[in-house]
T-cell receptor, first 111, second 114 residues
């Protein structure tokens, strides 16, 4: 069953904690992306990676970090430096210059 | 600076109506314009996409109209159904470049009443 999986579905973070969101794909896509979605704001790009061991900042990278050690995996860490992390986080993947396919999302809430 | 402006923010139609969602872009280098459909609590799914070398594209009940000179494109949903109730996002990108970054509009919440 091919696709993109994100875990966990719901995540709660205390003030000052770092948390890591998982994204895995078995579509053999080269590129992977992280977006943040807030009500009325659309999707905003946090980070993207076109190849293993390489990634670039998107429009709102401050307070986030990523790694791309494997083609299938692109985890996102929300650090304590991110002042307003409560949001719906979406991971996507694509062939280079291909259609982007999205995962089911992780809803992060700060307690 | 918002590069893709989407309107309206929300839209309510009756079953069988034809909702129209509009988007305008600024960057003339954009050459790929997809529309995504998102249901509550789910990730967006690609609905239909168009390139600027055509003025219209139809897939089932969904039609994209494209006006290159006005830098505008729109989504029409024919014979809308309650199951079409979702949030719709337009987007734009430059596919010929070395990366593939989508710029999204802010979304339109569509409600189709029975």
């Amino acid at each position: 069953d091919g696709g993109i999986t994100q875990s966990p579905k719901y995540l709660f973070r205390k003030e000052g904690q770092n948390v890591t969101l998982s994204c895995e794909q078995n579509l053999n896509h080269d590129a992977m992306y992280w977006y943040r979605q807030d009500p009325g704001q659309g999707l905003r790009l946090i980070y993207y990676s076109q190849i293993v061991n390489d990634f670039q900042k998107g429009d709102i990278a401050e307070g986030y970090s990523v790694s791309r050690e494997k083609k299938e995996s692109f985890p996102l860490t929300v650090t304590s430096a991110q002042k307003n992390p409560t949001a719906f986080y979406l991971c996507a993947s694509s062939w280079t210059s291909g259609e982007q396919f999205f995962g089911p999302g992780t809803r992060l809430t700060v307690l | 600076q918002q590069q893709v402006k989407q309107s309206p923010q929300s839209l309510i139609v009756q079953k069988g109506g034809i909702p129209i969602i509009n988007c305008a872009y600024e960057n003339t280098a954009f050459d790929y314009f997809p529309w995504y459909q998102q249901f509550p609590g789910k990730g967006p799914a690609l609905l239909i996409a168009i390139r600027p070398d055509v003025s219209e594209k139809k897939e089932g009940r969904f039609t994209i109209s494209f006006n290159k000179s006005a830098k505008q494109f729109s989504l029409h949903i024919m014979d809308s159904q309650p199951g079409d109730s979702a949030t719709y996002f337009c987007a734009a990108s430059i596919r010929g470049g070395s990366n593939y970054k989508l710029t999204f509009g802010k979304g339109t919440l569509l409600t189709v009443n029975p």
